[in-house]
């Protein structure tokens, strides 16, 4: 992690860290629909299903600890917060085969830096019900990052 990511995550707020939490739920699922929808396998298209559902439910349950903690807190993410989160484009222009392997690439990055994400700010938060999810929605990114390396390589999808 570089060392800028580091001290602007340690430095993070609570309320914007749950906020940063929903905004990337809800990138993650918007990008595992438009892959659902442009799979060929069904097996495929089923698992982008699942985790646009599982994705949409962590960001509810984000947004019950922002609410429950901060009511009426508003924040807006700058580009560089919301990269922490992002590791490829939020809209993905799927056509052929090739933009379909991007688009896997991407995702695959995108968990695995929600995840350091996540951790990172599991150790620094004192909430313990906002440690706690953050701990575990860490193990979950973990989780689908594995999900997706191995339906990359059912599709014979190549991830550096």
Do not use: W
Request: aromatic share 6%; with cysteine.
């Amino acid at each position: 992690m570089s060392k800028p990511r580091e001290e602007m995550l340690a430095a993070m707020e609570p309320a914007k860290a749950l906020t940063l939490g929903c905004y990337g739920e809800d990138m993650a699922a918007y990008c595992y629909l438009q892959l659902a929808e442009k799979a060929e396998r069904e097996q495929d298209r089923r698992e982008f299903r699942e985790m646009v559902a599982e994705e949409q439910e962590h960001r509810d349950r984000l947004r019950t600890l922002l609410d429950k903690h901060y009511p009426g807190s508003d924040f807006v993410l700058s580009p560089e917060e919301k990269r922490v989160v992002e590791g490829g484009p939020r809209s993905l222009n799927i056509t052929d085969r090739r933009s379909f392997e991007e688009a896997v690439r991407g995702v695959v990055a995108s968990e695995a830096m929600t995840a350091r994400f996540y951790r990172q700010m599991g150790r620094h938060i004192d909430l313990p019900d906002v440690k706690a999810i953050f701990r575990e929605l860490a193990d979950e990114g973990v989780t689908h990052h594995k999900r997706l390396l191995q339906l990359a390589a059912e599709n014979n999808i190549d991830i550096p």
